[in-house]
């Protein structure tokens, strides 16, 4: 049993919203923090849990509802964990397609041996904006970075990301199973542990 019927998505991304829900299921009603507001939190943590919980008081402090933020990123092993944190303003703000080309354009010259890289998701969930007590989930989902984009689906990093276990970049992957697979999906599958759902 959820222990709240209401609960805010803290993320201005389409992407995570759209894999957030489906992986929530009807567990709980899933409000936007954009009904609220428009207006982005600074991300100034140092690390992916600093800037979830961030993420999530802001939400919840708007709302004055439970909230739960996502931080991910990609973190490549010969960029010594780059973009990490930054992942979103790699390319200045410039967006996902100016991001990837950065990306290929840093690891022009690394072999296929050292591209490996994961992407990592931190969940916070606060039941109000002061909570002295958030609950942190974390998931890791390792891969390699590809040489050029492949695939359609997902968003963000997905075209350059090789799933070994799946012979495949995580944008040839149908949602249903990205969603099984990824980094959030793991996150996920802690939180709801967590909550007993
Ligand atoms: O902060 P919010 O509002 O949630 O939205 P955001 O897009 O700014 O989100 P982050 O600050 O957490 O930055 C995440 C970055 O990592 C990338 N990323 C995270 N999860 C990903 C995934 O599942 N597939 C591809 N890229 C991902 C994504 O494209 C962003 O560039
Ligand atoms: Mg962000």
């Known amino acids: 049993m959820m222990p709240f019927p209401e609960l805010v998505l803290a993320s201005h991304n ?3 919203l759209k894999e957030l829900q489906a992986m929530l299921g009807d567990a709980v009603r899933v409000r936007s923090v954009a009904e609220f507001s428009t207006v982005e939190p600074e991300e100034t943590g140092l ?3 600093e800037n979830a919980i961030l993420k999530a008081r802001n939400a919840a402090r ?3 509802l439970p909230a739960l933020a996502d931080d991910s990123g990609l973190a490549v092993d010969a960029l010594g964990g780059a973009p990490g944190i930054y992942s979103a303003r790699y390319a200045d703000g410039r967006g996902d397609a100016a991001n990837n080309a950065k990306l290929l354009d840093a690891l ?3 072999p296929d041996a050292e591209r490996g890289a994961q992407f990592v998701c931190a969940l916070a969930l606060v039941r109000h904006a002061d909570d002295p007590l958030p609950i942190i989930c974390e998931g890791l989902w390792h891969g390699r970075i590809l040489h050029a ?3 359609e689906h997902g968003f ?3 075209p350059l990301f090789w799933v070994p276990e ?3 970049s995580s944008a040839e992957l149908p949602a249903a199973q990205k969603n099984q697979l990824s980094h959030r999906a793991r996150a996920m599958a802690l939180l709801k542990q967590q909550l007993g759902i």
């Open 47 to 49: 690390s992916f849990v």
């Open 108 to 110: 022009r010259e690394v």
């Open 62 to 64: 708007i709302s004055g």
């Open 166 to 168: 799946c012979d495949c």
């Open 149 to 151: 984009a492949r695939g």
């Open 14 to 16: 389409a992407g995570k």
């Open 156 to 158: 963000g990093y997905d």
